[in-house]
């Protein structure tokens, strides 16, 4: 049996308050057919391909039914939206399930400091879970990071420490992970939305038969469910999505880099290091890694970079980067760019800040004639801090920015550089 | 407007739209500054099949006309007039092959032509010979199966980018205009050399060079349609050829209009946005209008001819004639005054679009920054090319007069 | 080879409009197209066809009766069979659910054309969900070794397949023996124009539409039912509301001023 949804036209007012509640906009209102010979002008209309059955117009209807004050000639009106959902019954035993774990992506043997991030909003849901704090560190030559790992708040470390795990091959990553949470099932699992972590993540949560939220940016516990919520925004931030995963254990997420901050190092702080044992020969390895070829590229990377200055269409010429290049060496920060100057190959697309380019997050954004297209929008508008240099006081990433001036950026960039540098040499 | 294409036709638009937008929009401004030829874009328009929109499917054409032909060169010349021209040239190289062809100089040329592989080129204008082919210099002197071509031509376009070109020499220079020949002449031919290249004022992205001709040895059965009827088949080409510079010409008016239109809502001067004054709109109105009557003229005109000529084109494909001869028995008239009509009107409208394009953008208009100086530039050409606006004013009216006396 | 390019249709992002009074996403008539990752997909896809002679290139969607246009838009830019899986009991699927699904159709193509597949070709993700997690996810229910980000197909065989993966701090260079699912980013290729032929054979191809049933699907694995994720609520983040503007008559004054604002907010 397939989800069903439909409305009774009878009992349908057409008052349009469904349409409001509908989180994927798959409610209209339709012009009722005349023949029809009902007082109400509007009708309901679903599209069942759109419907994602999660009950809210049901609801939003039926609770209209006690709230309404209109005086009805007849009682049998609201209650118009009949749901019939299917139900698959999973038979797990969630409560065998304990502790919150982080995934510490390490590259050639280094921490990366998404690790970091991860372990500060897990500590607040291990607290709020009243269950230990466990780190899982996956490499070769890794074992000494575990008591740094604890100094950030974990309260274990398993360490998978073999030379199989020198270089990341995602089959390789996620039988290991798989066999371990299978072992010591645990009640959650966060991994960083990295590339790492988006490559594997997915196929651990299918091999450990489990649901898993990408790309989140607010994590908490119901404390009723104990059940984790991860919101995480899909259609370039426009739009916010709680997801639950209710039945399947561990909870799994990825949580989006620079979406929290980093956990504070407690030194001295005590906790337990469990060394996995490894053993690669009964695994069923294809994938061969042949090398590593490092970026020779010097110029800052953009998705990690905690202040950006960003050139748009609004510099007129591919030598307006030269200035920006000049704005951000002295700010400290990267070089980003809208879409339009990376099609016009005016600069490389790794700048590229957008929809279709890198999403970033830093404490400061500096957009130099960029007029805000809602793509790029998506790609910065989560930035903490935002300034808008323009010509346009009408432009959109005025509307966004935290400062904005409005002016020349050929004349005012130069004069803030200055500015700045002076301020610099007075300290 | 609906203009009622077929399923075929609408894919060709949608095709040439994409490209014109996705690939050539971004690069137009380079290849005008760097005179450079288009090859990626060349590229792209083969992959897309674009070439062969016009042949017949015997030599891997999609079977279409000149409407087939003139829906590619607008589209295309809504994002640059000159990058189009990669496609005008070969249909102008290619159009005296299908219509006086024999079946084995079709089969032999026609499917590189169609497919891309080859570009082609058409060449009949001299240092002394411009709007007055008769004063054709270039010689063909026959000898024994083969001829012998001694001479210059100039103002070619396409140039070094073509493989196969339709020239035009005399036979018997003192026969005069009917001493003239065509002939199919290919690249790498012993004699046969580039002159010098032309800087233009506009359609940058396509070269126009001088081809000189010492003692250049072709074989005789690369004679198209006859000793002495050069002109002929000259005539023949222009009547169906020259509603491609029309859609050109049109492309470069729309392609104009749109981005003047797209600025002057958005630039603002005395605290309101440019179309907002009545002045401007009353400009954009007068654009828009002459557009769509120049639109309607040239596809009016040209899907009464292929209406013809692609009857003619299928039955030559069974007799083994000519199309052009095949074209005698059917067409009711020749089509000279008509696509005379549609080529005048369309360059002239492309000509008046842009200058005022340019001046409803102001300053900025002028500036090599912005595309719009770049469709003016690239609009005066269509006045000129395949007849000069005049001899097309003279057809037209040579056209009349014929028609009174037969009344 | 057969290669299985996995596509979806979604909201063209040219399109993406945001309503000024409401500040919400505006839906409605807004353009379908295929996920603009995908094309890099497809555009590999018929890369690879035109590098190894005896090549299939299959696409496969999963979605509404709709879906079938982006299925044919694949096979008009050069790809040669197109699969759609369209039922209403998988509406409403996860990542976990989808993968499942687009996996059974896998399965069934191989059957069904009795060509074995020897690659399956996923786009980065799709623009609207933006998780990447499908494309991995279906090389887990296959059990095929896969890489994502993917920018470079340097070698490809019958039998192997040698990339280059897109990292952080540079390129991975990896082998795999086929079969095997790569997810690409659009650094890959440039993705051609469909070509004329390719629209007219798009326009008369015969796409079968697979239910649930026609795939053997498992019904505890398929549709909302299916998926182990739920959407609890959603939401429109606030708005921002503009900010300060930095005053000056001059230039300099406001240079100056905006100086002295990113020292008191720390952010110099």
């Not at chain 2, 070109?165 to 003239?180: C, D, E, H, V």
């Amino acid at each position: 049996m397939a989800n069903e949804i439909f409305i009774l036209k009878e009992r349908c007012t057409g008052c349009g308050s469904c349409v409001k509640v509908c989180p994927v906009n798959c409610i209209s209102m339709a012009d009722r057919p005349k023949e029809e010979n009902v007082r109400w002008k509007k009708l309901a209309v679903i599209d069942v391909n759109k419907c994602v059955f999660c009950n809210a117009c049901v609801e939003d209807c039926d609770k209209l039914f006690e709230k309404t004050k209109i005086k009805m000639p007849n009682p049998d009106f609201f209650h118009a939206i009949v749901m019939k959902k299917e139900v698959v019954n999973v038979q797990i035993d969630t409560a065998s399930y304990k502790g919150v774990w982080c995934f510490a992506e390490q590259r050639h043997s280094h921490l990366m400091p998404t690790i970091y991030e991860l372990l500060h909003v897990a500590k607040k849901l291990s607290l709020d879970l009243n269950e230990d704090l466990s780190a899982v560190i996956i490499g070769h030559k890794v074992t000494s990071h575990a008591q740094d790992l604890i100094e950030h708040g974990a309260d274990k470390v398993y360490v998978l420490d073999h030379p199989v795990f020198e270089h990341f091959v995602d089959e390789v990553y996620t039988v290991a992970l798989t066999e371990l949470i299978k072992k010591e099932k645990p009640n959650k699992l966060l991994m960083p939305a990295s590339i790492i972590g988006r490559s594997f993540s997915s196929r651990v949560a299918i091999a450990a038969q489990t649901g898993i939220t990408a790309d989140s940016t607010e994590l908490s516990i119901n404390p009723k469910t104990r059940m984790l919520h991860a919101t995480r925004p899909s259609f370039g931030g426009n739009l916010m999505a709680t997801i639950l995963c209710e039945k399947h254990r561990p909870e799994m997420a990825t949580v989006r880099p620079m979406s929290f901050p980093r956990a504070l190092k407690v030194p001295g702080r005590k906790g337990e290091i469990i060394n996995v044992p490894v053993d690669p020969s009964k695994w069923n390895i294809r994938t061969k890694f042949i090398k590593y070829v490092p970026e020779k590229d010097e110029t800052i990377d953009i998705t990690g970079a905690e202040k950006i200055v960003s050139g748009g269409r609004g510099l007129g010429k591919p030598e307006g980067f030269k200035l920006i290049e000049e704005f951000a060496k002295v700010v400290g920060g990267a070089v980003g760019a809208s879409r339009p100057t990376v099609d016009a190959g005016w600069i490389p697309y790794r700048h590229q800040v957008g929809l279709t380019g890198r999403t970033v997050r830093p404490k400061l954004y500096i957009a130099c004639g960029i007029s805000g297209q809602i793509q790029h929008l998506a790609g910065m508008s989560s930035a903490e801090n935002i300034i808008a240099i323009n010509k346009d006081p009408e432009c959109p990433m005025f509307k966004l920015a935290t400062l904005s001036v409005e002016g020349d950026l050929y004349e005012l960039i130069p004069l803030i550089i200055q500015e700045i540098k002076k301020v610099k040499d007075h300290k | 407007m609906n203009y009622f294409l077929t399923e075929e036709q609408q894919a060709i638009v949608d095709i040439s739209r994409e490209i014109a937008q996705k690939k050539i929009k971004p690069v137009r401004e380079h290849y005008d500054v760097t005179e450079e030829y288009p090859w990626p874009i060349v590229e792209e328009l083969r992959k897309a099949d674009l070439f062969g929109v016009y042949f017949h499917p015997n030599y891997g054409g999609l079977g279409g006309g000149g409407m087939e032909l003139c829906l590619v060169m607008e589209e295309i010349s809504k994002a640059c007039g000159g990058i189009a021209l990669s496609i005008a040239c070969t249909a102008l190289c290619a159009f005296p092959i299908i219509l006086f062809g024999t079946p084995e100089q079709k089969k032999r040329y026609l499917p590189d032509l169609a497919s891309g592989k080859k570009l082609g080129a058409f060449t009949i204008t001299e240092p002394e010979a411009g709007s007055d082919a008769t004063a054709t210099r270039c010689t063909a002197k026959k000898d024994g199966n083969f001829y012998i071509l001694n001479g210059t031509k100039n103002f070619c376009s396409n140039g070094n980018a073509a493989e196969i070109y339709t020239l035009f020499a005399s036979t018997n220079p003192k026969r005069g205009a009917r001493g003239i020949s065509a002939f199919i002449v290919e690249k790498g031919t012993a004699g046969f050399s580039m002159g010098k290249k032309e800087v233009k004022m506009g359609i940058r992205a396509s070269p126009t060079y001088e081809l000189n001709f010492d003692n250049c040895k072709i074989s005789k059965d690369n004679l198209l349609g006859g000793e002495g009827h050069g002109l002929s088949v000259a005539q023949g080409t222009f009547d169906i050829s020259r509603p491609g510079v029309a859609a050109q010409a049109l492309g470069i008016a729309q392609g104009a209009l749109d981005e003047t239109l797209a600025y002057a809502k958005m630039r603002k001067q005395f605290g309101q946005s440019v179309l907002s004054f009545q002045s401007s709109q009353h400009m954009a109105a007068d654009m828009a209008t002459q557009i769509e009557a120049a639109r309607a003229l040239l596809y009016t005109v040209t899907k009464a001819m292929d209406h013809e000529l692609l009857q003619a084109v299928e039955t030559s494909e069974k007799s083994g004639k000519a199309v052009y001869d095949e074209l005698k028995q059917i067409a009711s008239r020749r089509w000279t005054k008509y696509s005379a009509m549609v080529k005048l009107y369309c360059s002239d409208v492309a000509m008046k679009v842009t200058t005022d394009a340019v001046q409803l953008c102001g300053g900025i208009g002028y500036m090599r920054d912005f595309p719009v100086e770049k469709f003016m530039r690239d609009a005066k050409i269509t006045q000129i090319y395949e007849g000069t606006n005049q001899i097309q004013r003279n057809e037209i009216g040579y056209a009349l007069i014929k028609e009174l006396s037969q009344k | 080879m057969h290669i299985v390019i996995c596509i979806k249709q979604t909201p063209a992002t040219s399109n993406v409009q945001i309503d000024p009074k409401t500040g919400t996403l505006k839906r409605e008539g807004m353009a379908a197209a295929i996920n603009p990752f995908d094309e890099y997909a497809i555009e590999e896809g018929v890369r690879i066809k035109e590098r190894v002679p005896n090549t299939t290139v299959s696409v496969i969607t999963m979605g509404p009766p709709q879906a079938e246009e982006a299925l044919r838009d694949a096979i008009s830019r050069g790809a040669d069979l197109g699969f759609h899986l369209c039922d209403r009991a998988f509406a409403g699927a996860d990542t976990y659910a989808t993968s499942y699904a687009l996996q059974m159709g896998i399965r069934k193509i191989e059957k069904e054309t009795g060509k074995k597949i020897s690659l399956v070709i996923c786009g980065k993700q799709t623009n609207d969900g933006d998780t990447g997690h499908v494309g991995p996810g279906v090389a887990a229910w296959l059990d095929f070794p896969n890489v994502a980000y993917v920018k470079k197909v340097e070698e490809v065989s019958e039998s192997s397949i040698r990339v280059w993966r897109m990292m952080e701090d540079g390129t991975d260079i990896i082998e795999m023996p086929l079969p095997a699912l790569i997810a690409v980013v659009k650094e890959i290729n440039e993705p051609r124009v469909p070509s004329l032929r390719g629209k007219m054979a798009a326009k008369k191809a015969v796409i079968p539409r697979w239910t649930a049933q026609d795939i053997e699907a498992d019904k505890t694995k398929i549709g909302l039912g299916g998926s182990p994720t739920i959407v609890a609520s959603s939401f429109n983040p606030p708005p921002r509301t503009g900010g300060v503007k930095i005053e000056g008559t001059t230039p300099e004054e406001k240079a100056k001023n905006l100086v002295a604002k990113l020292l008191e907010m720390k952010l110099l």
